[in-house]
Nanobody, 126 residues
Framework: QVQLVESGGGLVQAGGSLRLSCAASGRSFSDRSMAWFRQTPGKEREFVAALGWSAGGIYYADSVKGRFTISRDNAKNTVYLQMNSLKPEDTAVYYC???????????????????WGQGTQVTVSS
């Protein structure tokens, strides 16, 4: 059974940093793109960052460019999101997701992620 488990969320002051982790189990995802999304109450889920299966394609939402860094460790079947210079507007539940397509080229459409974690809360105080 495939399972994604996020961790690393918490409460931090504006300007601070957090590192989120998403550990996958049940199968290897080294051949799939992985991504981070976030959602706040009353809003749609929002794309944050994605990393291709070969680590050659890296994509960020404009709102996090220059502040967040996505990375992966295929040996640990884990994807990370390093978040620096956090702002109150970064407050959300953060989810990791896995592309349903094997060895996709280019950015994965949001609708093509078929494995999701349960989410981890990130709260940034002003």
């Amino acid at each position: 059974q495939v399972q994604l488990v996020e961790s690393g969320g918490g409460l931090v002051q504006a300007g601070g940093s957090l590192r989120l982790s998403c550990a996958a189990s049940g199968r290897s995802f080294s051949d799939r793109s992985m991504a981070w999304f976030r959602q706040t109450p009353g809003k749609e889920r929002e794309f944050v960052a994605a990393l291709g299966w070969s680590a050659g394609g890296i994509y960020y939402a404009d709102s996090v460019k220059g502040r967040f860094t996505i990375s992966r460790d295929n040996a640990k079947n884990t994807v990370y999101l390093q978040m620096n210079s956090l702002k109150p507007e970064d407050t959300a539940v953060y989810y990791c997701a896995v592309d349903k397509v094997w060895r996709r080229r280019g950015l994965t459409p949001d609708s093509d992620y078929d494995y999701w974690g349960q989410g981890t809360q990130v709260t940034v105080s002003s």
